[in-house]
């Protein structure tokens, strides 16, 4: 080997060993950055307190709740009352989030974890309408390969600060990942609402009307009595275990959601019609319209007035009851969504009430 390939040899060396220092320098200082971010709180500074309105919007639609007095609203179902224990939780599920990975991505990648206009955007603003926090919520984070993504249960989520606004050309833009799944940050009512419904309780009458045709009622006169199906026809004779679940289901109604105003094809001009009279002197009506999915569109009021000054056992009930009123006012306001479960046993048709000849022979 000559001087000359010898020298030339020691320059490539020092060249590569001058990039691999450098590479190594550049990888830790990135690797240092990342670091230092790693726990730091997403939204600094925000304060559960300081919170009046939460706004999240995806791509085709928007869901605002809204604090009034000690509760929070729905906008968009006018005002209709949210579960406060939910959005409590979702605004101190907000205030925990820190950072578990810090990585700079581009515009491609943006797009494919949603981090860009096609991801969920919630905003948070005081009752002043002062900007609280911004933050984009991707798609979900597995440390585990999973079939279906959109079933299985995340390890958290991938997210951004004020990541609405395009990243400029030649830059980067930083995608985080947080370790809750963020399964709140939706535009689903079903997913907010109060779910608190009527209940009917201790009932006295229950007709039940359908648009076929078919009709039937039963009564009975005090709490301990046997229903009777009322002008029963000849061979006829009422299940009284199944007309105890058709009265009895009244009082565990439970709400699925509140219908947009706009709802179409609810099946409530031509509805099944349910009253029920109880002992304590109310009265229901419930028009029954058409499936949707596993819930019923139901419109409800409620009418008449309860015994005043009455001591003794029923006193704590009939509390309770007026305690109900006002909130049954409030869903007579509204188009209400029912499980199917919940109704199944008093929209049973007249045949299903009666007893079978095979279970006379028994």
């Known amino acids: 080997m000559n001087a000359r390939v010898a020298l030339v040899l020691v320059v490539l060396l020092v060249a590569l060993g001058g990039g691999a220092l450098l590479y190594n320098y550049q990888e830790r200082t990135q690797k240092a950055e990342n670091v230092a971010t790693l726990g730091k709180p997403l939204l600094k500074d925000l304060k559960v307190a300081d919170v009046a309105t939460i706004k999240i919007t995806e791509p085709k639609a928007t869901l605002t709740l809204k604090r009034t007095g000690d509760g929070w609203v729905i906008a968009e179902r ?8 939910r959005v409590r939780e979702f605004g101190l ?19 494919r974890l949603n981090l860009d206009s096609s991801g969920t955007q919630v905003e948070l ?21 999973v079939e279906n993504p959109d079933k299985a249960t995340a390890d958290g989520r991938f997210v951004a600060v004020d990541a609405v606004v395009p990243a400029q050309a030649g830059t980067t833009f930083v995608a985080l990942v947080v370790s809750d799944p963020l399964a709140q940050a939706t535009i689903r009512t079903a997913d907010w609402i109060d ?3 009527f209940q009917v309780e201790k009932v006295k009458t229950l007709e039940v009307k359908m648009p076929s045709g078919d009709a039937w009622r039963v009564e009975r006169t005090k709490d301990d009595a046997d229903w009777k199906l009322v002008a029963a026809k000849p061979g006829e004779k009422l299940d009284v275990s ?17 219908a947009p105003d706009d709802a179409k094809d609810t099946g409530l001009d031509k509805p099944t019609l349910v009253n029920a009279t109880t002992l304590d002197g109310l009265t229901y009506d419930l028009k ?16 008449g007035s309860l015994p005043a000054d009455v001591k003794g056992p029923d006193e704590e009930r009939l509390k309770k009851l007026r305690e109900r009123q006002p909130r049954d006012k409030l869903l007579s306001d509204y188009v209400l969504l029912v499980p199917k479960s919940k109704l199944d046993d008093t929209l049973k048709p007249r045949a299903e009430l009666l007893e079978k000849k095979e279970d006379k022979k028994k």
């Open 242 to 258: 199944r007309a105890n679940a058709a009265t009895y289901s009244l009082s565990l109604v439970e709400l699925a959601d509140i």
């Open 195 to 197: 779910r608190a419904s």
């Open 78 to 85: 006018r005002n209709f009352p949210a579960d406060v224990a």
């Open 93 to 111: 599920k907000l205030i925990d989030l820190k950072v578990g990975q810090s990585e700079p991505i581009g515009d491609k990648d943006r797009a």
């Open 288 to 303: 029954v319209g058409k499936l949707e999915g596993d819930n019923y569109y139901v419109r409800f009021s409620s009418s």
């Open 125 to 145: 603003a005081s009752a002043n309408g002062k900007p609280l926090g911004k933050l984009t919520v991707g798609k979900k984070y597995f440390k585990r390969e």
